[in-house]
């Protein structure tokens, strides 16, 4: 073999050689490749996963507050059913009429009632009134003008009963007393009241007559 021959040799080994490394290295870099992207994609769902893992953990804060929240005003809650349950509350009514047409509604007791509607109904004539406060003592007056004017046709209607007759026949010229039955005028009365302690216990007053007055 001539030097020409062992050069041109030893040229092809290297260049095989060197192929061979070539390849090898494109294998550990493909490898490689391929790690790096499943630990990229390892790292996105460690990621993914610590993100849903806070938001968890920022609901179950939420929750928690809630739940505290709705705790604390249960035993709010039970401690002033507790105290309401004791309260002392002394409001009383007294319906009346105070004047023909003028119906008064008063507060018998010593304790203002709170928040209180007040409903007269005088057969088909229904008053209303809407007070924050009526005050132990205090006097609240509804104007019933049906009621009124139903009054005045009583009176007059009495009034005329009274009125002596003049008799006939052989007495006739003189004046004989009236001796008609009065006018039996019997009206539906209703005295409906809603209130609130000064704790905010509900409270109810309800009276009704079938032979109620249009007047005092």
């Known amino acids: 073999m001539t030097p020409d021959d062992v050069v041109a040799a030893a040229t092809v080994a290297g260049v095989i050689v060197a192929a061979l490394f070539g390849l090898t290295g494109f294998v550990v870099g493909l490898v490689s490749l391929n790690h790096a992207r499943k630990a990229r994609e390892s790292a996105a769902g460690a990621n993914l996963i610590a993100k849903d893992s806070n938001i968890i953990a920022v609901n179950a804060n939420a929750l928690s507050s809630e739940a505290n929240t709705i705790a604390r005003e249960a035993n709010d809650l039970a401690r002033l059913s507790d105290v309401r349950a004791t309260e002392q509350h002394d409001v009383t009514w007294d319906c009346s009429w105070r004047a023909p047409g003028v ?21 088909d004539e229904v008053e209303e009134a809407n007070l924050e406060v009526v005050e132990g003592g205090e006097t609240v007056l509804l104007e019933m003008p049906n009621a009124k004017a139903a009054w005045d046709a009583e009176k007059r209607a009495e009034e005329e009963r009274r009125q002596p007759r003049r008799s006939g026949g052989i007495l006739g010229g003189i004046n004989v007393p009236s001796f008609a039955m009065p006018a039996m005028n019997y009206h539906f009365n209703r005295d409906r009241i809603l209130w609130r302690t000064e704790l905010g216990t509900p409270k109810e007053h309800d009276k009704s007559f079938n032979m109620g007055s249009v007047g005092p």
């Open 103 to 123: 119906y008064a509604v008063r507060n018998e007791g010593k304790q203002a009632a709170h928040r209180v509607w007040i409903q007269i109904t005088i057969d």
